[in-house]
């Protein structure tokens, strides 16, 4: 916990710190929630903030924009670490915002990484949170459902901050090189797509953008009053993250996009060697085994049911015991999902399935398949004439499911591929089974 002035002396602080922005104009990225007319920034101009909780990755800006928050706001900004502060900690600062309220300010208490407090601090923040003696906001990179309680997130509005873009992290760096916060008293020559190297290595960073720009320059050759940075000297301080791009700034998505496409073209080999790109530039496992269990359903999905369980599983495993051991764990998985027989009926199904629910009549759900769990409900029919399917001896019965605007209409359309084959033969006896009972139907 440490209570200061909103901005600290910038002489001895790293690069990043120096530019921290002061105002909403310097701010960079989260145009959805602080563009024009936004609803953040609308509460932020207007001085009607209330308790918030910022939710996304690291360096996109938590910490900045509770700083600017206090300061456009006029309140007592206070920096509170669930790292290092204890519930004694937590009751002091409450006590020295209750009698700041009694004096008529307003104090804004910031916790970064508010997910590591457990439920007991956390409860110790309620009761000011509720008569006002403080303004809570908290910074998270964890979902806040599941590790913030509920009785304190409920007091608390939500905004989902994310990673910031490739042209956001580049507008940072080329402030950086002529802001006098940053170099703008020097004369830096650096190549445009250098900034776009490192925008692209930062992976939505701005702290990790600025502070591998600080490292360069500082790391630059020396000419005169001119400091210029190489290629080779961008390389060496970016390590291993510079087999993520080339000179040309090759984008991240790139490798990513190369080894879905391999595992889709049924490539092991070349699936495997993206893997490796990847893994050995840094690049987190977990990333990659998400989208491979992604991959599992949107291009195997049915025709190999077990695909989804190895994706899952390949997860589980880099969650476990992470790099460099899960490595061999995500390779079984590519090679499997490269090998196994290719479907994407299921993708297919459900982009056409959103296509009618985004655009059809959203008629409400037929009567017969409402669940009548009260007498008035029942005595509306809802659940009138529902069939339990497994009362019959073919499982099966002839009750519309669908909405009149929609009945008959097909949406998953199995392949031969794999076992998707034995799901067509199925779906094609139970349509024609279906079709019979509407023949026999007078």
């Not at 104009?25 to 207007?46: D, M, T």
């Not at 080999?269 to 993206?274: G, K």
């Not at 031969?416 to 009972?437: C, S, V, Y």
């Amino acid at each position: 916990m440490q209570q200061q002035s909103l901005f600290a002396r910038e002489d001895t602080q790293p690069l990043a710190a120096r530019l921290r922005p002061r105002t909403l104009a310097e701010y960079v990225g989260q145009q959805h929630l602080l563009g024009p007319g936004k609803v953040l920034r609308q509460l932020i101009e207007r001085d009607q903030i209330s308790s918030m909780i910022f939710w996304g990755p690291p360096g996109v800006g938590k910490t900045t924009l509770a700083r600017i928050i206090a300061h456009t706001t006029k309140s007592e900004f206070i920096d509170f670490s669930a790292v290092t502060s204890g519930i004694k900690e937590i009751r002091s600062v409450m006590q020295q915002a209750e009698r700041n309220r009694q004096f008529g300010e307003r104090t804004i208490v910031f916790v970064d990484e508010i997910h590591r407090f457990n439920k007991a601090q956390q409860d110790a923040f309620l009761p000011f949170v509720e008569k006002g003696s403080i303004l809570l906001i908290g910074a998270t990179t964890e979902n806040p459902s599941f590790e913030i309680n509920g009785a304190l997130l409920s007091r608390c509005k939500v905004f989902v901050l994310q990673a910031l873009t490739q042209e956001d992290l580049v507008t940072l760096l080329q402030r950086a090189l002529t802001d006098p916060r940053g170099f703008g008293d020097q004369k830096v020559a650096m190549e445009p797509a250098m900034l776009e190297a490192i925008a692209t290595f930062a992976n939505g960073d701005a702290r990790t953008a600025l502070s591998t720009l600080e490292m360069v320059v500082l790391n630059g050759i020396r000419e005169g009053d001119t400091t210029t940075v190489s290629w080779e000297t961008l390389a060496q301080c970016t390590e291993k993250k510079s087999l993520l791009y080339d000179k040309t700034g090759e984008e991240h998505y790139n490798l990513i996009s190369a080894l879905h496409k391999s595992m889709r073209n049924s490539d092991p080999d070349a699936a495997v060697y993206w893997l490796a790109r990847m893994l050995e530039a840094g690049e987190d496992p977990l990333y990659i085994a998400r989208r491979v269990t992604r991959f599992a359903s949107e291009d195997v999905g049915l025709a190999d049911p077990r695909a989804l369980e190895v994706a899952v599983a390949a997860y589980q495993a880099c969650h476990f015991i992470g790099m460099p051991e899960c490595s061999v764990h995500l390779t079984q998985a590519v090679v499997y999902l490269s090998l196994v027989p290719k479907s994407n009926a299921l993708y297919l199904a459900y982009e056409s399935a959103k296509k009618d629910a985004l655009t059809q009549l959203a008629e409400p759900v037929p009567l017969v398949i409402r669940n009548g769990v009260t007498k008035l409900m029942r005595e509306l029919d809802y659940g009138k004439g529902y069939q339990y399917a497994h009362n019959t001896e073919e499982k099966l019965t002839d009750m519309q499911c669908l909405p009149d605007s929609l009945l008959g209409k097909r949406y998953y359309r199995p392949t031969d591929q794999g076992q998707e084959g034995k799901f067509k033969t199925r779906l094609e006896q139970i349509l024609a089974w279906k079709a019979q009972q509407d023949q026999e139907t007078p």
